[in-house]
C-alpha cells in the first residue's frame, strides 16, 4: 500500500497498521444478514480497516471523520437505496463505512471503486480504496466526480 506520510500518521492515529487483517467469516456473516453482497473489493477494506475511525483537522480547523465500522454503517444504511444506487451506476454496492462526520455513506463497487453518497447526491471518491482513502484524509470534501441522483442511470 502506498499512503502519504501524512495519510499513514492519520491512520495510524487511528489504530491501524499495515499488517492488520480481520477475518473475514464475521464480516461475511454480518453483511449478508443485512442483506448485502460482501463481494472481494469490499472485504479488502474491512479486513484492513474494519472497525476503526479516523479523524484529522484540515488547515481551516474543520475536524473530518471517518469511519469503516460496518456495525454502525449497516444500523443506518437503507438497502434499497443502496441497491438503487447500484443499479444506476451499473454494479453492486456494498456499504463499508462512512465519511464528512457521517453525512455521506461509504460503498465499494464490484470493481473496487469507492462511491460515498447523500440523496442526492453520488461522489466517486476513488478508482480504488487507497485512492479514497488518501483523497479522505489529505483532500477532504473533493471528490473525482459528483452526481445528483434522479432514478436514471449515471456514468461515472
Known amino acids: ?92 454496492l456494498c456499504p463499508v463505512g462512512e465519511f464528512d462526520n457521517g453525512h455521506f455513506l461509504v460503498a465499494v463497487s464490484e470493481d473496487g471503486r469507492v462511491f460515498s453518497y447523500f440523496n442526492p447526491f453520488i461522489c466517486l471518491d476513488g478508482v480504488n480504496y487507497i485512492e479514497a482513502i488518501e483523497r479522505y484524509c489529505i483532500r477532504p470534501g473533493t471528490t473525482i466526480k459528483r452526481l445528483v441522483y434522479d432514478g436514471n442511470p449515471l456514468e461515472f
Open 1 to 92: 500500500m502506498v499512503f502519504s506520510e501524512k495519510s499513514m500518521q492519520i491512520l495510524r492515529d487511528g489504530g491501524w497498521n499495515e499488517d492488520r487483517l480481520l477475518p473475514a467469516d464475521s464480516i461475511v456473516e454480518k453483511l449478508t444478514k443485512a442483506g448485502y453482497t460482501p463481494h472481494p473489493a469490499a472485504l479488502e477494506v474491512l479486513q484492513q480497516f474494519g472497525g476503526l475511525e479516523f479523524s484529522h483537522e484540515d488547515l481551516e480547523g474543520y475536524r473530518w471523520r471517518f469511519h469503516f465500522d460496518i456495525d454502525r454503517t449497516i444500523s443506518i444504511c437503507d438497502i434499497e437505496d443502496i441497491e438503487d444506487y447500484g443499479n444506476c451506476i451499473g454494479t453492486i
